[in-house]
């Protein structure tokens, strides 16, 4: 006998979700692929955020530049906005153009494994077994999705912030331009509430089939 409680969404409203998520993925991942091929093709400059020493200014760091495009055959060019600086270098190497696009590559292909992750753990839940079998081992691998993309994502911009800045000679003492890789811990949040409902859901699996047993 199937003791599995009623549903608690229509079939269309099922349909809807599911189909949402399903093209939220697939977008994610088209965009994450017309990206990367963006990127492998090479473009004629590359924009990369760029930090200041303590001691340094942007009318600094903007003489700075002026004195060394000079002396180097590649000139780069520094703008200021709300988020930071930017450093604008023409003739990028491919692998700087990969790992400045990166995090987005990252995001939305961590975004479509999600979608084809989430697509039957709804499914189980709008049937009335949340703890089908199957659902905890998903909830884990998001997780794990999700962890690379929290780490790896804005490591990879910082990466090629270095080796443009290393390509153009710009690390040097005088420099007022700070090489140097930050992390921020919080995105780390969002995987960790992920693999806690892993073990939730292995639990609760466990406990659903211990009590199917005694019926």
């Excluded at 599995?4 to 697939?26: E, K």
């Excluded at 990367?36 to 530049?65: C, F, K, N, W």
């Amino acid at each position: 006998m199937d003791r599995t409680d009623p549903a608690s969404l229509s079939a269309r409203a099922l349909r809807l979700v599911t189909g949402l998520l399903l093209v939220a993925g697939g977008l994610a991942v088209t965009f994450s692929a017309v990206l990367l091929v963006r990127s492998l093709a090479g473009a004629g400059e590359i924009d990369v955020a760029v930090r200041l020493g303590e001691d340094s200014t942007y009318e600094q760091a903007q003489s700075y530049l002026s004195r060394t495009n000079d002396s180097y055959a590649t000139p780069a060019a520094l703008t200021a906005g709300n988020d930071g600086f930017t450093l604008t270098a023409p003739g990028p190497h491919r692998v700087d153009l990969v790992l400045e696009n990166g995090g987005a590559i990252l995001t939305g292909s961590a975004v479509g494994v999600g979608a084809l992750l989430l697509r039957p753990l709804l499914v189980s839940v709008a049937a009335g077994r949340p703890f089908g079998s199957g659902n905890a081992r998903r909830l884990q691998l998001l997780g794990a999705v999700t962890a690379v993309t929290a780490f790896a994502g804005p490591l990879l911009p910082q990466l090629a912030t270095m080796l443009t800045l290393g390509r153009l000679d710009r690390i040097e003492p005088d420099s007022p331009f700070v090489a140097g890789i930050t992390f921020d811990l919080l995105p780390l949040l969002l995987p960790l509430v992920f693999l806690v409902l892993a073990e939730a859901f292995r639990q609760g699996d466990r406990l659903h089939r211990d009590t199917e047993g005694l019926v």
